[in-house]
């Protein structure tokens, strides 16, 4: 029997902050600081709480710029948390965190969206705002950590092209295990989604493919770009 998705009730849903709690009752015994756990955690609720009615009037628009708007808009704020592990040079580093985010996640995005899934019309909100999610969310992660990784080897003296090696292989290694976990030790949100549904997990493996398949080519991209723009700027970088 298949169950349909239902919306969760509010008192059930309390009930997923359960380990929540553990977490940070394990911190506060520990003596560790969870001031930033729990406003990582207040932080989300309120953002999904509102994104879930905002999305409620985007998906229902009829206007392309209004979509492109809000894509802008998520690429920036993803180049801007990107940097969140270099703080010091974080105004300095925005302008390329964007590009990279920006032109690697919308070169990625338009090529699923336009080439494999035809959108019809090509900025339907329905899959062009979540699966943009899901891209610059990708390339926010592979840059904060190219960034900081990229910045202590520097600090190190290391030259810059080992520097940029080392960043852009660190940057690599959550989505590359992702993708050598992903059907054996996690199934993920698409797939899962899909099933919960009731769609065929043949039809949601192929959707998940395409999936890992563009987050994986936007992060390597988003990467490969922040690094090769920040060693372009760099004072030695013509020696």
């Given at each position: 029997?298949?169950l349909?998705?239902?919306?969760i009730?509010a008192?059930?849903?309390a ?28 932080r989300m609720?309120?953002q ?5 009615y ?15 708007g809000?894509?802008i808009?998520?690429?920036g ?6 940097l969140r592990?270099v703080?010091d ?10 590009a990279?985010?920006?032109l690697?996640?919308?070169l ?5 969206t336009?080439?494999v ?9 329905r899959f062009?705002i979540p699966l943009g999610g ?22 190190e003296g290391?030259p810059?092209?080992?520097?940029r090696a080392t960043a852009i292989?660190t940057a ?5 295990n992702t ?5 054996l ?7 899962t ?11 949601a ?5 395409m ?9 390597g991209?988003?990467?490969?770009m ?14």
């Amino acid at each position: 029997m298949i169950l349909a998705v239902e919306l969760i009730p509010a008192w059930r849903l309390a009930i997923a902050f359960v380990p929540v709690a553990g977490v940070l009752t394990v911190l506060w015994c520990w003596n560790q600081r969870i001031g930033t756990s729990v406003y990582a955690l207040t932080r989300m609720l309120i953002q999904l709480l509102i994104v879930g009615y905002v999305l409620l009037a985007i998906f229902t628009t009829e206007h392309s710029l209004v979509v492109c708007g809000v894509l802008i808009l998520m690429a920036g704020a993803a180049s801007w948390i990107s940097l969140r592990t270099v703080p010091d040079q974080r105004s300095k580093l925005l302008g390329r965190a964007f590009a990279s985010v920006g032109l690697a996640g919308g070169l990625t995005l338009a090529v699923v969206t336009q080439l494999v899934l035809e959108l019809d019309p090509w900025f339907s909100p329905r899959f062009l705002i979540p699966l943009g999610g899901m891209i610059f969310s990708s390339c926010m992660n592979t840059v904060s950590l190219a960034a900081e990784r990229f910045a202590a080897e520097c600090v190190e003296g290391k030259p810059l092209e080992q520097a940029r090696a080392t960043a852009i292989r660190t940057a690599l290694i959550p989505i590359t295990n992702t993708l050598f976990a992903v059907g054996l030790v996690s199934f993920p949100g698409m797939m899962t989604g899909q099933v919960l549904s009731g769609e065929s997990p043949l039809v949601a493996a192929r959707y998940q493919i395409m999936v890992m398949c563009m987050t994986f080519g936007a992060s390597g991209l988003a990467a490969a770009m922040y690094l090769w723009l920040t060693c372009r700027a760099a004072p030695d970088a013509s020696q």
